[in-house]
């Protein structure tokens, strides 16, 4: 049988991961499907698992100098703005923890909230976490594509300490990260400004329980009617979510754009930079030729809203 | 009176919602020694096969798709283990599963293998680590053949003859005048190629039977839709006489034809594992399992030309079917009579010419799934119409209605449409409630939305004389001594409806409250068999013998006596039907439907969605509203999942690859909206109260309506479903 350890103060629960390297588990929707087992056999864990779930500070989301931090265990649905969204209820699972301040979920970025509220279902999404979606570590992960849109900074914890580390260098591969043996998350960072203009696109397999085929998460920060900083990442095109800098310096340059002829230049400029870097494959969900041909077509759909959106600020 | 249509609570609906009812995985031995539960609707006893020590089973499948069985190697079983095979079919049995006419599906691999999953031993013992050990223990080899994934593969004899020296393992041939030369003297020809997928039935409830031996009896019960083909199997098999097996149906998560052959494919090896051991054995199959090995919906293709005079009119179709019927017949040869009976659709089409052929390719053998091979050449039809309308620049819908089949007319094959047809009423219900011919000029073509309209008959019961020669159905109603009726047949209420529309119509003719009639789930030891539960027959068929019964009942009622009247099918009088000609009435009334579907298509993403769903169907007459709206609601969900995302193919192996609910795309319920659905009342003379059978024809047209909508949609012609993104995407960038 697995050993399970249920710690309720984040200092036991890092002494247990310093010593049996115990394998943290939170809503449990991507471990339960990774370990599942037949009729009549127990999950096929390999080491000891922790719940990180119940742990208080794991579940809260608040404002940090203009910024957000959000724990690790914090529901999908909570970020979500699920109606009905379990929080502060029964005290146990990854639906426990204190209830969030109504102002702070506001300030939540349209597209964080938006990809949220994409995951699976809603009875999926009162147990599955930010911090489980990340560390799994999936190129179709959904809030991860907006963590990267996002520029947030993954705040790792020990006993011998923290670090914080950006998510471009926290995430490795498809199912790798940076985590120690005896580290686990604590805190994902979005650091200040918070953006003004955010767009996500997710196209799925289905309208629910869908994983993705292609999402395009992106943010910009708006000065004066023109693009101060922005960012486009694009998840499930490649074995990591993919962040193309090249689109953000050119639409920082070239801001303010009004006329149409303009506009289609910089889309398709912008299209050129996305194509080299966009290397989606052939799987059971979707092909490569789909997943590259929508990618680029979000980005002129994105483009656009961003221009409608600096018009605006006219 | 009230209507017979008027719904009542679905007797078995509160048990179901609440977690009460016992399905195959929740039985547990309840220490009697016989006998059934009090209420009569279980039995947990030892008699009926639970016991303590029931044994866990699981299949040693194989691993390779196809080529001469060289080797098997068992591995030692420690006590209380036992590893069954071919080799353990008892003197008298047959390596054999009967299916429909064919006999062709072993029920362990002997010889050769010849789709990748193919059964070839069981394991059953107490441990699930255990078992899990010997299977991999198990040793096969095999003398390794090309595989075969598709159509085009097995006419190409690759590998050589999977099947018989062509791979045909069925023809249904119709031919009415003189094709070729109606062909040659034409003013034009239009041709089109249409192809169906794959598809998962998908029933909540995954396949799960258990399977004892109480002295010199076999018993089975569990999940599925026909106690008497399970009966029949387990006899075949074990060579046991009837009286000597027991077949019980528990409650049911759902079907949809899935549970119509399966439970025969898994229920033999089960009933030989158990017979050879002495042991109950319970077998439950998780939902990779069953999605990676139980049939599928035929995948089809279907080429049809039409020879068109100097006015665009039709004066002859010349249609081939083909049907991928996977590694073994099984079923193939009905449900493709079935897709070839219907591949005209509602149509009068004076000349003809109909190939069908069911193929053996190196697929999971391919089985019965609601409509029966319908859904496939109804959508034939019903695009292939759309193009010839389009050719000729005319609205379709003005196109098909000079077409429309009416009451006298001749079926294809030779036989007579003898009710009223009432698809004008149809259609006006249908425009009434969607607007279609409004939406359908003003959308536009190729601007990114859509509406269409399809059109479908569905023949209801067993095809050809099947009732008649075949099944002989038989109900009985017993009347106890307390004067509280009991309906004794084999009918299972899968979640379709009879546990409800069988007590309304009883009840209704003994002047009776529905909820005072008994009606457990059947149990060969206790019911005589009434037939499957499939082919859209069971309200039509069995509930007309009741109907009968009922009334014969109430004609010699005596008080406090116990009684008991038996009813036998009759075919209805001036159907005829010549199975080796195939010619006469091959269905003995026929259900109409209309169906509309509108749908956006996203240019960005080319997703399509599906904004409205319309449907009106002539069912005869609703037994209960509520059940025939939920088989509506069901069977378009289904349909236009069909249609527009259930993507299921094979791999270099020939095994699927979309075996996982994440992979595998079933709509959920915000895919699609709720259906806007009517019925128009057309009784049926020898339907319980007037109605048809209808569960099937739900499915017959909704993927057609939405290939349709997304025709006018995307301005390009969709000849193959699903019409999932990537397929909308090369069709739009061709
Ligand atoms: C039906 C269904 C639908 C789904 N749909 C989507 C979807 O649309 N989009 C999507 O992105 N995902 C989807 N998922 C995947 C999954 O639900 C998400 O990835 C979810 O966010 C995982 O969170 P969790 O808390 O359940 O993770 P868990 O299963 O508990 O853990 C996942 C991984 O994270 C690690 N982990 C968890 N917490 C910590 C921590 N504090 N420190 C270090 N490591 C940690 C675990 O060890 C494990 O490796 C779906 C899953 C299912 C079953």
């Known amino acids: 049988m697995v050993e399970v350890f249920k710690p309720t103060s984040l200092a036991e629960a890092l002494r247990i991961r310093a010593d049996k390297h115990a394998i943290p588990f939170a809503g449990g929707t991507d471990l339960m499907v990774r370990f599942r087992a037949r009729d009549g056999m127990a999950p096929s864990f390999k080491s000891p698992i922790l719940f990180v779930d119940a742990l208080p500070e794991f579940n809260t989301i608040r404002m940090f100098n203009g910024g957000l931090k959000i724990g690790a265990s914090l529901p999908l649905s909570i970020l979500a703005g699920d109606r009905g969204a379990v929080n502060g209820g029964t005290g146990t699972g990854a639906t426990s923890g204190v209830v969030p301040d109504a102002a702070v979920l506001a300030t939540i970025p349209g597209v964080l909230k938006a990809a949220a509220a994409e995951v699976g279902?809603?009875?999926?999404?009162?147990?599955?976490?930010?911090?489980?979606?990340?560390?799994?570590?999936?190129?179709?992960?959904?809030?991860?594509?907006?963590?990267?849109?996002?520029?947030?900074?993954?705040?790792?914890?020990?006993?011998?300490?923290?670090?914080?580390?950006?998510?471009?260098?926290?995430?490795?591969?498809?199912?790798?990260?940076?985590?120690?043996?005896?580290?686990?998350?604590?805190?994902?960072?979005?650091?200040?400004?918070?953006?003004?203009?955010?767009?996500?696109?997710?196209?799925?397999?289905?309208?629910?329980?869908?994983?993705?085929?292609?999402?395009?998460?992106?943010?910009?920060?708006?000065?004066?009617?023109?693009?101060?900083?922005?960012?486009?990442?694009?998840?499930?095109?490649g074995p990591r979510v993919i962040r193309v800098h090249e689109i953000e310096s050119l639409l920082q340059s070239r801001f303010p754009v009004v006329q149409e002829a303009k506009l289609k230049e910089i889309i398709a400029e912008a299209k050129k930079f996305a194509s080299s870097m966009i290397t989606p494959i052939d799987d059971q969900r979707s092909t490569a030729k789909y997943r590259k041909t929508v990618a680029l077509n979000l980005i002129g759909d994105a483009i656009a809203s961003l221009v409608e959106e600096l018009k605006l600020g006219d | 009176m009230k209507s017979i249509s008027q719904s009542i609570p679905r007797p078995d609906g509160m048990a179901k919602a609440d977690g009460s009812a016992l399905y195959v995985a929740d039985l547990q031995f309840d220490g009697t020694e016989g006998g059934r539960s009090p209420d009569g609707a279980v039995a947990l006893g030892s008699e009926s096969g639970l016991s303590k020590d029931m044994l866990l089973g699981r299949f040693y499948r194989s691993?390779?798709?196809?080529?001469?069985?060289?080797?098997?190697?068992?591995?030692?079983?420690?006590?209380?283990?036992?590893?069954?095979?071919?080799?353990?079919?008892?003197?008298?049995?047959?390596?054999?599963?009967?299916?429909?006419?064919?006999?062709?599906?072993?029920?362990?691999?002997e010889n050769e293998i010849r789709y990748a999953g193919q059964i070839v031993a069981l394991v059953a013992g107490p441990d699930a680590y255990e078992i899990e050990r010997l299977i991999r223990a198990i040793e096969l080899e095999v003398d390794e053949t090309p595989v075969v994934k598709n159509i085009d593969e097995a006419l190409a004899l690759k590998g050589g003859a999977i099947h018989g020296e062509d791979n045909i393992f069925c023809r249904v041939d119709l031919d009415e005048g003189e094709v070729d030369e109606v062909f040659a003297g034409a003013a034009s020809v239009v041709e089109g190629v249409y192809e169906t997928g794959f598809q998962e039935q998908f029933y909540m409830e995954g396949q799960g039977l258990i399977a004892w031996r109480t002295g010199n009896k076999c018993g089975v019960r569990g999940s599925?839709?026909?106690?008497?083909?399970?009966?029949?199997?387990?006899?075949?098999?074990?060579?046991?006489?009837?009286?000597?097996?027991?077949?019980?149906?528990?409650?049911?998560?759902?079907?949809?034809?899935?549970?119509?052959?399966?439970?025969?494919?898994?229920?033999?090896?089960?009933?030989?594992?158990?017979?050879?051991?002495?042991?109950?054995?319970?077998?439950?199959?998780?939902?990779?399992?069953?999605m990676a090995f139980t049939s599928k919906r035929h995948p089809s293709r279907c080429v049809y030309r039409s020879a068109l005079d100097s006015e665009g009119r039709i004066l002859a179709i010349d249609a081939t079917v083909d049907l991928d019927g996977g590694a073994y017949e099984t079923y193939t040869k009905i449900v493709l009579m079935r897709a070839v009976f219907h591949s005209l659709g509602v149509y009068a089409i004076p000349v003809f010419r109909i190939r069908g052929r069911g193929i053996a390719t190196n697929t999971v053998p391919s089985g019965a799934f609601r409509g029966f091979g319908a859904p496939q050449s109804l959508f034939g039809i019903e695009m292939h119409m759309e193009e010839i309308a389009r050719r000729n620049r005319c609205e379709v819908l003005d196109y098909k209605r000079n077409y429309f089949l009416k009451k006298g007319d001749t079926t294809v094959t030779g036989g007579i449409f003898r009710d009223e047809i009432i698809l004008d009423k149809l259609i006006a219900e249908a425009e009434r409630l969607s607007g279609y011919s409004g939406k359908r000029i003003k959308l536009g073509r190729g601007k990114g939305q859509g509406i269409g309209m399809s059109f479908i008959l569905h023949g209801c019961g067993f095809t050809g004389d099947g009732e008649q020669k075949i099944i002989k159905g038989k109900a009985v109603l017993k009347k106890h001594r307390d004067d509280k009726v009991e309906i004794l047949c084999a009918a299972v209420d899968f979640g379709q409806g009879p546990q409800t529309t069988f007590r309304k119509v009883v009840a209704r003719v003994l002047g009776i409250e529905p909820n005072t009639v008994i009606f457990n789930y059947p149990d060969t030891d206790f019911v005589p068999d009434s037939g499957p539960t499939v082919a859209s027959r069971t309200i039509m068929i069995v509930g007309y013998l009741l109907q009968k019964a009922a009334e014969e009942l109430k004609a010699i009622w005596?008080?406090?006596?116990?009684?008991?009247?038996?009813?036998?099918?009759?075919?209805?009088p001036g159907m005829s039907w010549d199975q080796e000609r195939l010619r006469g009435d091959s269905y003995a009334t026929y259900g109409w439907g209309v169906n509309v579907c509108e749908?956006?298509?996203?240019?960005?993403?080319?997703?399509?969605?599906?904004i409205g769903a319309w449907a009106v169907f002539d069912v005869g007459r609703a037994v209960d509203h509520r059940v025939v709206n939920g088989q509506i609601q069901g069977g378009m969900s289904q349909a236009l999942g069909y249609g527009a995302m259930e993507k299921l193919e094979v791999d270099s192996k020939g095994q699927f690859r979309q075996i996982t609910m994440a992979d595998y795309m079933v709509p959920t319920s915000v895919d699609f909206p709720r259906t806007e659905a009517l019925t128009v009342d057309n009784p049926y003379l020898y339907g319980a109260f007037g109605a048809k059978g209808m569960?099937?024809?739900?499915?017959?047209?909704?993927?057609?309506?939405?290939?349709?909508?997304?025709?006018?949609?995307?301005?390009?012609?969709?000849?193959?479903?699903?019409?999932?993104?990537?397929?909308?995407?090369?069709?739009?960038?061709?």
């Open chain 2, 695 to 734: 569960g099937e024809m739900v499915h017959d047209g909704g993927h057609a309506a939405f290939a349709a909508a997304v025709e006018q949609a995307c301005g390009k012609a969709c000849t193959t479903i699903p019409l999932v993104p990537e397929t909308l995407m090369e069709i739009m960038e061709a």
């Open chain 1, 121 to 237: 279902a809603p009875a999926l999404r009162n147990r599955a976490t930010i911090g489980g979606n990340l560390a799994n570590a999936s190129p179709a992960g959904d809030s991860i594509a907006a963590l990267y849109a996002l520029s947030a900074e993954i705040i790792l914890v020990s006993l011998s300490g923290e670090r914080m580390i950006p998510i471009e260098k926290f995430i490795l591969g498809p199912g790798e990260i940076s985590l120690k043996e005896d580290e686990i998350i604590h805190t994902i960072h979005i650091p200040a400004p918070l953006p003004d203009w955010t767009y996500w696109r997710k196209v799925g397999t289905r309208r629910a329980n869908a994983l993705t085929k292609i999402s395009l998460a992106a943010a910009a920060s708006i000065k004066d009617g023109r693009v101060e900083s922005c960012s486009f990442a694009f998840g499930a095109v």
């Open chain 2, 63 to 109: 691993p390779y798709p196809r080529g001469k069985i060289r080797r098997l190697q068992l591995p030692e079983c420690p006590p209380g283990y036992h590893i069954i095979s071919a080799a353990d079919i008892p003197q008298g049995g047959k390596n054999e599963i009967p299916m429909a006419a064919s006999r062709d599906m072993p029920c362990f691999a």
């Open chain 2, 558 to 572: 005596v008080e406090g006596e116990e009684q008991v009247v038996e009813q036998n099918y009759q075919m209805p």
């Open chain 2, 224 to 290: 599925m839709q026909c106690p008497y083909y399970v009966h029949h199997a387990v006899s075949h098999v074990l060579g046991l006489k009837h009286d000597e097996i027991r077949v019980i149906a528990d409650t049911i998560g759902g079907g949809f034809g899935g549970k119509e052959d399966y439970p025969e494919i898994m229920g033999a090896p089960l009933a030989v594992a158990s017979w050879v051991s002495g042991k109950p054995i319970r077998m439950l199959m998780d939902r990779v399992e069953d």
């Open chain 2, 599 to 610: 749908v956006e298509l996203d240019f960005l993403t080319w997703e399509t969605k599906v």
